[in-house]
């Protein structure tokens, strides 16, 4: 017996052209599961509105925003502005679910099945207020991925769409409990892996990207960007299949990406080599885990 379900898309974009996302490519992956896919568009310098319409969808719903360019940059939460525009995005859903992508991230043609059978298992199951993924973090080539506790490994992007819920910053979800306290949702597993392909674009789009958004997130600028400085440790071979959308966007390479044999490893690396030796010996994940896993 077929379900009765809507399922919204959402995501926030701005310049994703000149910055070198595959946002064409990340929203065409979810299109033939979704029933609507909400954009809050900033301000553009580039075709990205264009390309976005050339998609030629009717599922998909602009919403044109401002950013807020006075955020002070001294303040402790930072990323605020990236949590507004995703809150706009997700403010304006209808559906019973909230499928949220960013504009580097991809879903596999083969997972749409298991990831609509998953909304569907726990439509009626109001213990379960998102749904999380797996993630594969691509580095420097379509060959290789950073597997570390400072790259988060799951995450939720299917939110239940009843609930009082918002975006602090980019990456997570807040459930409020009343109107001063709030918590990280309660979640279940799908199994399935979102691509993530930010670090495969260019460097130079790369550079250009730190710069544009760096305001948003730093008050000390912007740094160098320098792919071939990374911890070597945390780099492995991807062996899997790219999902079909993505594979004329991805450059061609041959082999792991390298990195530089000179690089003298930050602080930050050296506690998260620290904590991959750990995992191996103790068994356990140590990466942060925005969500609470319903038993």
């Avoid at 992956?29 to 030629?56: H, N, Q, W, Y």
């Amino acid at each position: 017996m077929k379900i009765e379900m809507k399922v919204s898309g959402f995501t926030f974009i701005r310049n994703a052209q000149i910055l070198g996302y595959p946002f064409v490519q990340s929203i065409k992956s979810v299109l033939p599961i979704v029933d609507e896919f909400i954009i809050a568009l900033g301000p553009c310098e580039d075709g990205t509105e264009r390309m976005i319409k050339d998609i030629g969808s009717a599922k998909i719903k602009i919403i044109h925003t401002q950013w807020n360019e006075n955020m002070r940059t001294d303040v402790k939460l930072k990323g605020f502005v990236y949590g507004q525009q995703k809150s706009i995005a997700l403010f304006n859903c209808t559906g019973d679910w909230a499928f949220y992508l960013e504009s580097d991230e991809v879903i596999h043609e083969d997972d749409l099945p298991v990831i609509r059978a998953s909304m569907e298992k726990y439509l009626d199951d109001n213990r379960v207020e998102a749904l999380v993924f797996d993630y594969i973090h691509f580095y420097g080539n379509r060959n290789t991925f950073a597997w570390s506790p400072g790259w988060y490994r799951k995450a939720p992007r299917i939110l239940r769409n009843n609930i009082p819920s918002w975006a602090p910053k980019g990456l997570f979800f807040i459930v409020m409990e009343n109107h001063k306290k709030g918590r990280y949702p309660r979640a279940a597993l799908t199994g399935v892996n979102i691509y993530h392909y930010g670090w495969v674009r260019s460097e130079e789009q790369m550079r250009l990207k730190t710069q544009k958004v760096e305001k948003y997130w730093s008050d000390k600028g912007s740094s160098e960007v320098k792919y071939a400085d990374i911890d070597s440790a945390i780099l492995r071979e991807f062996k899997g299949n790219h999902p079909a959308v993505i594979k004329d966007w991805l450059p061609e390479a041959e082999g792991v990406f390298k990195a530089a044999p000179t690089y003298r490893l930050s602080q930050r690396e050296i506690k998260h080599r620290m904590a991959l030796w750990l995992e191996r010996v103790l068994g356990v994940e140590l990466s942060k885990k925005h969500f609470r896993l319903v038993r």
